[in-house]
């Protein structure tokens, strides 16, 4: 009757129970090709032994024989399903084994047992109170053995008791209401062979419809470049560590391993393969680049697409090749540009002074792409009437030198006189050397030129002379004007005097009577300056008389006297009318003569030049009238707005003057409705910048001030500002190039230094870039400038500073000097080299304060070379006259141009320092690591991402950061810099 009740159970399974019930795979998982390996998701199971699956009968070994039996049953597709089931509760003490066949382990050392069963519920059947059970057990036994026929009870291990969650009833039967029970249960560290399980029953009415035993592994896959093999789990719950090997055309990075969980699931990620170069990684492998692209490093994210000028015809190419004509010097990164030779210097002026030459150049038109543009001289000296020349010789010397000069201006000394030159003037960049064609340069011919004597010198009064003079005999070329020097006889070294004029004599008045008075006259011709003749000496009289000193040149006197009686008059007049301002003396009654006064032993060299300031003033518009010139408003053509400041709009547009080109300018122009005070500001720029002549100053064109709207005419600057171009082109620079960019920059300030200007608001906003990447120094209206930027100033009794740009000095006792715009140019310095990230970051004005004063300085920006760093730090220096002149640190800044290597070694700094975190220690942890540097808004993005450890983060760069969800570039900037602090320290950051 018992037994009944456990087939009947069994038979209706087919009919009761769903698909899903009866399948030895669920639904949802796939079956591999054998049959044996199935896998869920990024795990996998291995079958050892499945009991559904079997076609014919089991072979269980079953004790006593009265005890589990085999039987068949058909399921609802007519399917032979084999079960065992066992159904002696009407009899006391049971004790009925039911045992496997021998089972291998396949490597596992932690299998699954999965068991099916059904069984009655004992309160359903009357009179078995006292001997049905509701449990069985299950054990196991391990063997190198695979044909025991007996073991005993006493060897096997226990694996648990096993109880139904639902039993069933004959009223279950009845209603073909049937469900299995589904258990369950894993044995680890197996180190045998294999192993047999056995089932006891102790007196219930049981069926076991499936028995499946399986173990579990880690699939193969690739994550980060590297392959990892199918794993299989741990003994026990560890986990176990897997090291991968990196897949085709990639390297190890850093070592790359895995580890493989008790469930079959892969976890933490550490290290990595990175692309091969000519490689780049696209969905978990390494894709040749296609021709016409390359990777030249293993640190580039993907194959990018060849610089100008270069090519690549084939797959997987690490770089790219020149083209004809084209050339990279071995300093050059692969991703620049191949560049050429520059072509010959243009616009040469030459001025002749004595035995010296001055030369003077434009910078070649076409650079050939680069920025590291020398010159070296070749000098030839020919004869006077044919046209053999040979080399000069070592006499003659170059001032700086004669060859490798960065600037276009030399002082050539020590030339014979009145002999032919030709000096050949050679432009040369880093990518000369490598080309074979011819040198590019442009000659020079200046000829030294004789002395020019006095013929005649007459005594007119007690307090004028007059002079008389021939030019050069053999000159070939024409005379510009004469320059008469003079000065009273032993006071040379306190008072020199000028006079200019292109006659061949002279009149000099405003003498002292009674007074001893040394002369000298020199050529100057189109070719420069002549040699000045010899000393003449004349005492004037206590009263009017003549006196001839030559008695041949009576004719030429008369001459002389006829034609100048009224010119004489003229400049008499003049001369008390002009008056003398500031030790200078313009001779007003000759348009032809200009008079200079050289006072205290110092000769002020035509063109050298000292700021005024337009507040000296009484009337600023005189100062507008003097340094700015006034343009007509129908020779100007707006075309766009292309920005907005305090006083109005700023425009691009063009300028055509007469006799001229066209230029492209930029325009400020004066909002209606203004003051007489906001004229006079927005004009006082003007006032400043046009005192100002240099390469790398904003030049002012002109002001239209005569109608309305009053506008500023400038030099058109492309690029814009500098820390705008900067973040646009971030990281698209070469060192040597940003060097270059420094260099202009310092260039352009020592000229203002120069002249005694101090610029106050020294900033890489301040800074404007052509289209030619030079940059010039602009914005000389500090106040306007702070007050549009209120963010950059700090507030004081005396007006606004930009704290982040100002010197400590200036800040404290707004001390503003050439000293401090020193500092403020070693902030732009690390402005320049950081791609414009703003200095100090998010700290407040008050803490950049505080931090300077306790001695805090900025760390060196990502990839900064250490002796950028070091100039920044000296630019710093507390003192002010500790800090370098920008003379000295223009002749920093053209060494390393011209040696590159000295840029290869980068600033690894000790540590990566928050002035507002006062104590020391080390971190171990990413999530300590975060929280020093402020960061822990990230720390689930590192966790995601599989970063656990310090040593992982190494490899972070911009993209790695950018795919785990951190895009901001001024987080992304300060992480690897943090980063880099890391590999210095060997995974420690200092705070």
Same mark, same amino acid.
């Given at each position: 009757m018992s037994f009944l009740w456990i087939y009947l159970a069994v038979a209706t399974l087919g009919s009761v129970l769903p698909t899903w019930a009866l399948r030895t795979y669920p639904s949802n998982e796939v079956m591999k090709s054998d049959a044996r390996q199935t896998c869920v998701q990024t795990s996998c199971s291995v079958t050892l032994l499945d009991s559904m699956s079997a076609l014919g009968d089991l072979g269980w070994v079953a004790y006593p024989a009265e005890g589990w039996e085999e039987i068949s049953v058909m399921d609802e597709r007519n399917t032979p399903m084999r079960t065992y089931q066992v159904c002696n509760i009407m009899e006391t003490s049971q004790n009925n084994w039911l045992r496997t066949s021998w089972i291998p382990r396949g490597g596992a050392q932690r299998v699954y047992i999965e068991i099916k069963f059904t069984l009655r519920d004992c309160n359903s059947l009357p009179g078995v109170q006292g001997t049905c059970k509701e449990t069985f057990n299950m054990y196991y036994y391990e063997s190198n053995n695979s044909n025991l026929w007996f073991i005993k009870e006493n060897q096997y291990i226990k694996i648990d008791t096993i109880a139904a969650d639902e039993s069933f009833t004959q009223v279950d039967v009845g209603d073909r209401v049937l469900k299995l029970n589904t258990e369950v249960r894993d044995i680890s560290n197996l180190y045998k062979k294999g192993f047999y399980l056995a089932f006891q029953d102790v007196g219930a009415c049981i069926a076991l419809v499936s028995v499946r035993v399986f173990y579990k592994k880690c699939p193969m896959t690739v994550r980060n470049l590297a392959l990892f093999l199918d794993t299989v789990t741990g003994g026990d719950s560890a986990l176990v560590e897997v090291k991968g090997s990196c897949v085709n055309n990639s390297v190890e990075f850093d070592a790359p391993k895995m580890y493989c969980s008790a469930d079959g699931g892969w976890l933490v990620p550490i290290g990595r393969c990175v692309c091969k170069p000519g490689y780049e990684e696209k969905r978990e492998a390494c894709q040749p680049c296609r021709p016409g692209f390359y990777r030249a490093l293993l640190t580039d994210t993907y194959c990018t697409k060849c610089p100008p000028h270069s090519f690549s015809l084939e797959d997987s190419s690490a770089e790219c090749t020149c083209e004809k004509g084209f050339y990279r010097a071995e300093s050059d990164l692969r991703s620049t540009a191949c560049t050429k030779p520059p072509s010959a210097p243009d616009n040469p002026i030459s001025t002749v002074n004595e035995t010296s030459v001055i030369m003077e150049w434009s910078p070649p038109e076409d650079t050939g792409g680069r920025f590291d543009i020398t010159y070296n001289i070749h000098c030839r000296r020919c004869q006077v009437e044919g046209h053999k020349c040979s080399p000069c010789g070592s006499g003659i010397h170059y001032i700086p030198r004669q060859f490798g000069l960065v600037h276009s201006r030399v002082l050539i000394t020590d030339l014979l006189p009145y002999t032919n030159y030709t000096f050949d003037i050679e432009a040369l960049n880093g990518v000369s050397e490598l080309s074979s064609g011819p040198k590019q340069f442009i000659s020079v011919n200046i000829t030294t030129s004789q002395a020019v004597n006095v013929i005649l010198k007459e005594r007119k009064s007690k307090d004028s002379v007059t002079l008389a003079f021939q030019g050069p005999e053999k000159s070939n070329d024409a005379v510009v004007e004469y320059e008469v020097i003079y000065y009273e006889k032993n006071q040379k070294d306190q008072n020199y005097t000028v006079l200019k004029t292109r006659s061949t004599f002279m009149t000099v008045d405003g003498l002292k009577p009674g007074t001893i008075y040394i002369f000298r006259v020199r050529a100057h011709t189109v070719g420069g300056h002549g040699i000045y003749g010899g000393e003449i000496e004349l005492e004037t009289s206590t009263e009017d008389m003549i006196a001839i000193a030559d008695p041949n040149q009576i004719t030429i006197l008369a001459i002389s006297i006829a034609g100048g009686i009224i010119l004489l008059i003229f400049l008499v007049t003049c001369f008390f009318v002009s008056g003398r301002h500031?030790? $200078?003396?313009?001779?007003?009654?000759?348009?032809?003569?200009?008079?200079?006064?050289? %006072? +205290?032993?110092?000769?002020?060299?035509?063109?050298?030049?000292?700021?005024?300031?337009?507040? *000296? $003033?009484?009337?600023?518009?005189?100062?507008?009238?003097?340094?700015?010139?006034?343009?007509? /408003?129908?020779?100007?053509?707006?075309?766009?707005?292309?920005?907005?400041?305090?006083?109005?709009?700023?425009?691009?547009?063009?300028?055509?003057?007469?006799?001229?080109?066209?230029?492209?300018?930029?325009?400020?122009?004066?909002?209606?409705?203004?003051?007489?005070?906001?004229?006079?500001?927005?004009?006082?720029?003007?006032?400043?910048?046009?005192?100002?002549?240099?390469?790398?100053?904003?030049?002012?064109?002109?002001?239209?001030?005569?109608?309305?709207?009053?506008?500023?005419?400038?030099?058109?600057?492309?690029? @814009?500002?500098?820390?705008?171009?900067?973040?646009?082109?971030? &990281?698209?620079?070469?060192?040597? %190039?940003?060097?270059?960019? =420094?260099? @202009?920059?310092?260039?352009?300030?020592?000229?203002?230094?120069?002249?005694?200007?101090?610029?106050?608001?020294?900033?890489?906003?301040?800074?404007?870039?052509?289209?030619?990447?030079?940059?010039?120094?602009?914005?000389?209206?500090?106040?306007?400038?702070?007050?549009?930027?209120?963010?950059? /100033?700090?507030? *004081?009794?005396? @007006?606004?500073?930009?704290?982040?740009?100002?010197?400590?000095?200036?800040?404290?006792?707004?001390?503003?000097?050439?000293?401090?715009?020193?500092? &403020?140019?070693?902030?732009?310095?690390?402005?320049?080299?950081?791609?414009?990230?703003?200095?100090?970051?998010?700290?407040?004005?008050?803490?950049?304060?505080?931090?300077?004063?306790?001695?805090?300085?900025?760390?060196?920006?990502?990839?900064?070379?250490?002796?950028?760093?070091?100039?920044?730090?000296?630019?710093?220096?507390?003192?002010?006259?500790?800090?370098?002149?920008?003379?000295?640190?223009?002749?920093?800044?053209?060494?390393?141009?011209?040696?590159?290597?000295?840029?290869?070694?980068?600033?690894?700094?000790?540590?990566?320092?928050?002035?507002?975190?006062?104590?020391?220690?080390?971190?171990? *942890?990413?999530?300590?690591?975060?929280?020093?540097?402020?960061?822990?808004?990230?720390?689930?993005?590192?966790?995601?991402? @599989?970063?656990?450890?310090?040593?992982?983060?190494?490899?972070?760069?911009?993209?790695?950061?950018?795919?785990?969800?951190?895009?901001?570039?001024? +987080? %992304?900037?300060?992480?690897?810099?943090?980063?880099?602090? =890391? %590999? /210095?320290?060997? *995974?420690?950051?200092?705070?």
């Open positions: 500031c030790g $200078y003396i313009k001779a007003k009654q000759d348009p032809d003569e200009e008079k200079m006064q050289f %006072q +205290h032993g110092r000769v002020k060299l035509p063109g050298s030049r000292t700021y005024i300031h337009p507040h *000296t $003033y009484e009337d600023p518009n005189q100062a507008v009238r003097d340094f700015a010139k006034e343009i007509d /408003a129908s020779s100007i053509r707006i075309e766009r707005v292309i920005g907005a400041g305090e006083f109005g709009e700023v425009c691009s547009g063009r300028l055509k003057l007469p006799s001229k080109r066209e230029i492209y300018v930029a325009i400020k122009s004066l909002k209606a409705g203004y003051s007489e005070k906001q004229r006079r500001d927005f004009l006082g720029e003007a006032s400043i910048m046009g005192q100002f002549d240099h390469p790398n100053i904003i030049r002012l064109e002109g002001v239209v001030t005569k109608c309305k709207p009053v506008m500023i005419i400038t030099e058109f600057m492309e690029n @814009g500002s500098l820390d705008s171009f900067l973040k646009k082109h971030d &990281s698209q620079f070469t060192v040597i %190039q940003l060097v270059g960019m =420094l260099r @202009g920059i310092a260039s352009g300030m020592k000229y203002l230094s120069d002249m005694n200007y101090v610029h106050r608001d020294l900033a890489a906003r301040n800074i404007l870039v052509n289209s030619n990447l030079i940059c010039k120094v602009s914005d000389f209206g500090l106040s306007r400038v702070l007050e549009d930027d209120p963010e950059a /100033a700090y507030t *004081t009794r005396g @007006g606004k500073i930009p704290i982040r740009w100002t010197a400590p000095e200036a800040i404290a006792y707004r001390k503003f000097t050439s000293a401090s715009d020193v500092w &403020s140019y070693g902030i732009v310095m690390w402005e320049v080299i950081s791609y414009g990230e703003r200095p100090y970051w998010e700290m407040s004005n008050q803490d950049v304060i505080k931090a300077i004063d306790e001695g805090y300085r900025l760390p060196p920006p990502m990839d900064c070379p250490i002796v950028l760093h070091q100039l920044m730090l000296d630019c710093w220096q507390k003192c002010r006259n500790d800090r370098p002149k920008f003379g000295q640190i223009v002749n920093i800044l053209d060494k390393l141009i011209r040696t590159p290597s000295s840029l290869n070694q980068l600033a690894n700094s000790s540590s990566w320092q928050d002035p507002s975190v006062q104590d020391s220690f080390t971190v171990t *942890t990413i999530v300590e690591w975060l929280e020093a540097i402020k960061m822990t808004q990230y720390t689930e993005n590192f966790t995601m991402a @599989g970063y656990v450890t310090l040593h992982s983060v190494g490899y972070l760069n911009n993209s790695e950061l950018s795919k785990i969800g951190i895009t901001l570039a001024g +987080h %992304q900037k300060k992480i690897l810099t943090s980063v880099q602090n =890391l %590999q /210095a320290q060997g *995974t420690h950051l200092q705070i």
